[in-house]
């Protein structure tokens, strides 16, 4: 059976940063885990999906808390399970990796050049937030210090490398009132691709906490940084991509998108596989409040038969379908539902549970978005 599936590997709970809005800890569990995904299962699951699932492309992203604590023994183990499978099993599964860069050494670089075939697109993800004084409100060690100094070194040891980096930027209280510092600043660090991430944080009352921000205040900042872009664009030698102002213009011109937040298909082309064995949808559905809607089992006791079903049909092992279902009532006659697609759905869902005034500005914020980057776009081609 063929199979295009993202896992995403918590391959820990730990991290060695603490982070002020760290979602992760902050939504499921207030506590840092030291627990490590013991890599023999790990290498035992992925043999076994590459027998369930024979003609399969698998991406395996490397995720944490933060993957680089499990050390490069663990990492090589991992890579070579993946080789070995490849070979063995014809199917292609490549990695991914998602880290915070203060772990990244030349030993790290050099593990990731020697398997550079089957890293995603040759990328490495990395997390910062903006200049050194916004950096260093959200993005601390575990004593406290700044993060700065150690990833900016990191992007400049990957600017010599020949793996390319990406930027993921989480937009919060810490930056939301400085978009201008935020692009000159990214844009300087020279990687051609950079994410912006809202830091959706509230309390049981939809009160923003932990550098949260509202749906409006994002929308206005990415505005702003649209704005920017297109001043910009005469002047710039490559191209320089923003998301989710990219995957938005490509929804306007009716190519394909990649982002799940922007397609009809959304959370059922992930998985996400936990320390202890759990497989869930996304990581961004709450453990407490959603497990009906996406814990899928446990690869520990599960059956091939409902493997299979779990990773064709994800929707079947939990009530995914019917919170699909009751998340788009909303969106059926919304004049901008072809572009929007309905947006992250348990995002919406939490915004809901604490305010109502919160989940319908996640809508405000979506038209105001994307109206600005329609009207932008259709200027620039009438005077083109
Ligand atoms: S680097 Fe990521 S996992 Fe670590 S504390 Fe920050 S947000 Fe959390
Ligand atoms: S939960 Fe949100 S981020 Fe995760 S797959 Fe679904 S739409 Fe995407
Ligand atoms: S703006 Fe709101 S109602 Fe419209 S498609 Fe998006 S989530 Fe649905």
Known sequence: MSLAKTIIIKSNMNCNLRCKYCYEFNRNGNTYDSTVFDINQLCYFIERMAQVFPDSKILWMLHGGEPLINGLDYFN??????????????????????????????????????????????????SIDGTKEINDQARLSK????????????????????????????????NIDKPDEV????????????????????????????????????????????DLWMHDLPKQDEWFVIDPIATIVSKLSGTFVTWCEYRQEKCDNFVCLYPDGELWLCDTFNHDSMRE??????????????????????????????????????????????????????????????????FNDYCKAKHRLINHIKEGVSLALSQS
């Open 293 to 358: 809607n996406a814990f899928l089992g446990n690869i520990k006791s599960i059956s091939d038969e409902a493997l299979i079903e779990t990773f064709s049909s994800p929707g079947s092992r939990c009530n995914y379908d019917d919170f699909y279902k009751l998340m788009k009532e909303k969106c059926q006659k919304c004049d901008i539902a072809e572009y929007c697609c309905s947006g992250c759905l348990p995002c919406r869902a939490e915004m809901q549970r604490c305010s109502t005034e919160l």
């Open 143 to 174: 004593s406290g210090k700044s993060s700065y100094n150690m990833v900016l070194d990191t992007i400049e040891r990957l600017r010599k490398s020949s793996l390319v980096y990406t930027t993921i930027s989480v937009v919060g209280e810490h």
């Open 77 to 126: 183990t991992f890579v070579e399970c993946i080789k070995r499978v490849n070979r063995e099993y014809g199917v292609e599964f490549k990695i991914a990796l998602q880290t915070n860069a203060t772990l990244l050494t030349d030993e790290w670089i050099k593990a990731l050049e020697d398997n550079i075939d089957l890293l995603s697109e040759r990328i490495v993800s990395v």
């Open 183 to 226: 692009f000159s600043f990214i844009k300087s660090l020279g990687s051609n691709l950079c994410k912006f991430i809202p830091c959706y944080n509230y309390d049981n009352n939809g009160t923003p906490e932990l550098l949260g921000i509202k749906p409006s205040d994002f929308a206005e900042f990415m505005c702003r940084i649209f």
